[in-house]
């Protein structure tokens, strides 16, 4: 039931918003606070460059396959009680991977903080929307779509401020106060609910889709260690992914009730902004993870310079939904949209001319103007995603919409990590072929001496490996710019809704 059913007094809106928000604020610094301490996790659990995006990936693909099924469960337990599940699970979870000393146990618990987590997001949407007029539904949405932007501002300063002074583990713990502040002010001002029901569940469909999605992420994330599709491993579960695929495709035809409507993928607004916010969400999470090792590993930043660096990305993107959420309703959307794929193109762009010699103004610069054109991404794309839908639709939507979010995220995420692995050992490999003692200049710099051979060499290889490294970073920009601009022909598919909306028109049994 939602809070309005519940009739929740209007003095409590300001109580019941500002916890929303507080929960919100520890699931988006959760979001960002790790990727700065990447580096030291990884040499904490002793995993290797491919193996640590496992800590964000694990996270990302379990709030996944967790987040549509925030109805479901919701509807058979009470949104507040399944809200202070949520939180308190979260809040333990965070804990636990503060504590955790060897990367499964970082990963095991990190899949528990994205099922605990999965809710957070939806319920706060639906919540907000419920105590707040349709009138101020745009404005609401603008304010929470700012609050979560405080995890990337303050999630990487903060991050790389404690893992400096104190370690990365207090990245985790951090959420312990937060989370139960909000717990106790949700139990204080929200009102309890009654259940609606045991609505039915497409199990089949569900399942299928979950194993889809957490198969493919499999693979992705252990494609590179495995040697691809030399590995058997590999093999198994791209079939277990495509097989999964199939039932759920097969499922949702046939189903009387399948689990994602197929009368969703009618309304060319929806299906739109679905690939967009799988192309936002996979260029903005894909981006700040390879930033820390970038700056840390190559350019020799500490944990705070690179905290400290990728901040001003949250500033512009903070910014740039502020103005957004004021616009929407007298701009054009789709002119949005645009001005703010053409902001991100020139930041990637600007991006793919980094090089070793640069000091942090480029990063900083770049990092902003890349915040301001995804802040005006965001709230335009799920705006149009439910401008054109039927209210009956919007609770499937919205779970099929922040799953491909979180797919998005997670997919991005390990195709450039890859990408930049395998591009840096081909560039290595280039560079390093024209460096040995047959060569007369190299000849002529190692000299008679052994051990000024060894050492030279020893040199030499460490620094064609930071310019392969470099390389392949700006190539992920390089890619990501193009995929960029390709996105750009998609938003001719979108119609701008007249009034407050235009449903489409559709047969519903």
Known sequence: MSVADQGAPAPNRAAITVCIMMATVMNAIDATIANVALPHIQGSVSASAD????????????????????????????????????????????????????????????????????????????????????????????????????????????????????????????????????????????????????????????????????????????????????????????????????????????????????????????????GLIFFINSLTMAVMSLAPPMLQGLMGYSVMQSGEAMAPRGVGSLIAMTIVGRLIGRVDIRLILLIGLGIAAYALWQMSMFDLSMDGRPVMLTGFVLGVGSGMLAVPAAALAFATLPAQFRPEGSSLFALLRSLGASIGISVLQVSAIRNAQVMHASLASGIDASNPVVGAALGDSAAAHTGLLAQLDSEIGRQAMMVAYVDDYKLMFIITLCCMPLLLLLRKPRGKGEPIHVDVE
């Not at 640590?52 to 990936?57: E, F, G, H, N, S």
């Not at 618990?109 to 419920?130: E, S």
């Not at 399948?258 to 009618?266: A, D, K, M």
Request: positive net charge.
């Open 51 to 274: 193996q640590i995006t496992w800590v964000l990936t694990s996270y990302i693909i379990a709030s996944a396959i967790g987040t549509p099924l925030t109805g479901w469960i919701s509807g058979r337990i009470g949104v507040k009680r399944l809200y202070m599940i949520a939180v308190a699970g979260f809040t333990v979870a965070s804990m636990l991977c503060g504590l955790a000393t060897s990367l499964p146990e970082v990963v095991g618990f990190r899949l528990l903080q994205g099922l605990f987590g999965a809710p957070l997001i939806p319920l706060a949407q639906a919540m907000l929307l419920d105590i707040n007029p349709p009138e101020n539904h745009a404005r609401a949405m603008s304010l929470w779509g700012s609050t979560t932007l405080i995890g990337p501002i303050m999630g990487p300063t903060l991050g790389g401020w404690l893992t400096d002074n104190l370690s990365w583990r207090w990245c985790f713990y951090i959420n312990a106060p937060i989370g139960i502040l909000a717990l106790v002010g949700i139990w204080m001002f929200v009102a309890a609910d009654k259940p609606k029901g045991r609505a039915p569940l497409d199990f089949l469909g569900y399942g299928a889709l979950a194993l889809f999605a957490g198969s493919l992420q499999l693979m992705l994330d252990r494609g590179q260690g495995q040697d691809w599709f030399n590995s058997r491993e590999i093999w198994i579960e791209a079939i277990i992914a495509g097989t999964a695929l199939w039932v759920f495709l097969v499922q949702m035809a046939t189903s009387r009730r399948p689990f994602v409507n197929p009368i969703l993928f009618r309304d060319a607004n929806f299906v739109t902004a679905c």
